[in-house]
């Protein structure tokens, strides 16, 4: 169930995919993201062509996204911003793939999905996020209000 | 997440470290997808080489540190013992003979021989290429896989009926170690069922135009499973091969259908078998036309890299190139490779395909391609490809403009130095 809190804080809730509790600042696409050949695992940014957050570090943030797409080397590329310390601290996803499930297991970040609200519509870049995926839930402060 | 008695004595520790490193893995990694148990695979393609400049440290530690770290996600180094299941190696980063062209540094090629030598004695086989289904890897039908690489793997599920998903390093390196891999997605036989209509109005034979579809087709439906039907000529494993790449990069295709032609649709009710239909897609010039165009990113006509075999030709491809170069050379401001698989190279050197090509001032290159190992030759400029997969990936992982068109096209801007494409 969806919670609206008097304070502008939205409470979704979801399915554990790796455990953890991070807050930070959310960085939001619309676009699904590629591994390799879709970011820079050196500085954590989007570099696909046409993508809207081309050029946008992940690094440090709430990352939510709808999934994963194109190439096998997606968990290696998230595993490697890992070891270069460049990771998002936390995943919030649509769509369950292979790709991501394993990408989001090797990155060591808290991560969810299957949430009670579509989490594109309802966070957007800027608002703080707290993500305690052991218990599946996401609290969101909306940045405009705050 | 069920675990058999085989699989929980893994699980304990009670067949070695490594092993039981690869079980918790596969445990997270199940639990993860929401998986209730494993299935056994006796067929692992994965990614094993030491290489990238990004693994030149952990390389120091030895290749035990390596295997822990990016194939089983473990940070304790475990010892890595002979593989379990049938396992190869898919496409690397460095030729092992044309590395100087290529322009990698020589400690890098070192390394990468060294770690094939201590890899290929556990039991890897050294395909590398990104297209194992044709060097003597072939799954049968129904056979359970665990395959990376999303060529491959979309060639895997649609054109053999063989089951995998697109499986990532950690997951390829855990299989290869317990043969097993988490039961989900594609491997239960109704998530293969087709969710999109495609109807195909213009006809699609040459490659260029099976790359185009695609790639329209791709990123329309995204992960989901499109069915073809239409105007589809002269379907053969080349067209499937670049069809495959190009829906896999535009979007996440791991599988499609083509009704009375790939195995597991006789007609197109045994295609959706009862599966609601998502979408009805019409693929007509008007959608070839916008894929050409979001294919083609350059305007520089003056070309300075020509790059032919993505994913890695066959050896018919390699011939035809061979033959439109023989007696000829290549424009002098302009390079051409051309790749594939290290068994084709060896048929295609006793064809004198190979000389016909290098005579005209190409190299023909195994085991890697520009994408795979960010390397093209110094200056490049501006690149033509016949690979919509490579059209998608080299302007971002290169920063560099791409042409894309036919196999003739790009000959010919190699013999010219200018881009002779363009829509017919």
């Not at chain 1, 369950?96 to 999905?113: F, N």
């Not at chain 2, 795979?372 to 016949?386: H, Q």
Request: charged share 25%; net charge neutral; glycine share 10%.
């Amino acid at each position: 169930m969806t919670t609206a809190l008097a304070n502008n804080k939205i409470v979704l809730h979801g399915r554990k995919v790796v455990g953890g509790v991070a807050e930070g600042e959310a960085l939001v696409t619309n676009d699904t993201i590629s591994g390799w050949g879709g970011i820079n695992e050196r500085e954590g940014t989007v570099i696909e062509r046409r993508h809207e957050l081309r050029g946008v570090s992940f690094k440090d943030k709430i990352l939510v996204f709808p999934g994963a797409k194109g190439s096998s080397g997606w968990s290696a590329y998230f595993h490697m911003t890992r070891l270069n310390g460049v990771k998002p601290k936390a995943m919030i996803f649509n769509t369950m793939t292979t790709k991501i499930a394993l990408g989001a297991v090797v990155t060591h970040s808290p991560a969810v999905t299957e949430l009670d609200q579509d989490p594109l519509k309802v966070i957007e870049t800027g608002d703080w996020v707290k993500v305690d995926a052991d218990n599946g839930i996401v609290e969101v402060t909306k940045r405009s209000k705050a | 997440m069920k675990l058999t008695d085989a699989e929980q004595a893994m699980y304990d520790g009670r067949d070695g470290p490594a092993r039981q490193k690869a079980m918790d893995l596969l445990v997270r990694y199940g639990e993860a997808l929401g998986a209730e148990r494993l299935v056994q695979t006796n067929n692992v393609a994965g990614a094993f080489n030491a290489s990238t400049p990004s693994v030149r440290e952990l390389v120091k530690k030895g290749y035990d540190a390596v295997f822990s770290e990016l194939n089983l996600d473990s940070q304790e180094i475990v010892e890595i013992p002979k593989m379990r299941a049938n396992t190869c190696q898919l496409i690397t980063g460095i030729d092992n003979d044309n590395w100087h062209i290529q322009g990698i540094p020589q400690d890098l090629v070192e390394q990468q021989k060294k770690a094939e030598k201590h890899f290929g004695a556990l039991g890897i086989n050294m395909f590398a290429t990104c297209t194992p289904y044709q060097v003597g890897n072939v799954p049968v039908k129904g056979e359970h896989c665990a395959w990376m690489e999303s060529s491959a793997v979309v060639y895997c599920n649609s054109v053999l009926g063989a089951r995998t998903n697109t499986e990532g390093k950690e997951s390829t390196g855990a299989a290869a170690l317990t043969g097993r891999i988490p039961y989900w997605g594609y491997h239960i036989p109704e998530n293969r069922r087709g969710t999109h209509l495609v109807e195909v109005d213009v006809e699609v034979d040459d490659i260029m135009d099976w790359g185009l579809l695609g790639y329209y087709v791709g990123e329309i439906v995204q992960e989901e499973i499109p069915v073809l039907t239409g105007k589809l000529l002269n379907p053969s494993l080349i067209k499937f091969k670049h069809f495959g790449a190009a829906a896999a990069s535009s979007g996440g295709v791991e599988m499609y259908h083509i009704p009375g032609v790939t195995p597991e649709a006789r007609d197109i009710e045994e295609a959706f078998s009862g599966r609601k239909m998502v979408e009805k897609i019409r693929y007509g010039a008007a959608e070839r036309k916008l894929a050409y165009d979001r294919l083609n990113c350059a305007d520089n006509r003056d070309v300075d890299f020509v790059m032919l075999g993505c994913p890695h030709n066959a050896i018919e491809q390699v011939s035809l190139i061979a033959l439109m170069l023989e007696g000829k050379k290549l424009h002098a401001n302009t390079q051409l490779w051309v790749h594939t698989p290290r068994a084709l190279r060896e048929v295609a050197d006793r064809n004198g395909y190979v000389k016909m090509i290098t005579d005209a001032g190409g190299v023909v290159m195994s085991d890697t391609c520009p994408a795979i190992s960010r390397y093209a030759p110094k200056g490049t400029k501006v690149i033509a490809t016949d690979s919509a997969k490579q059209a998608h990936y080299l302007p971002a992982i290169l920063g560099l403009p791409v042409w894309f068109g036919t196999v003739k096209d790009c000959v010919n801007t190699a013999l010219t130095g200018r881009w002779q494409g363009g829509l017919q």
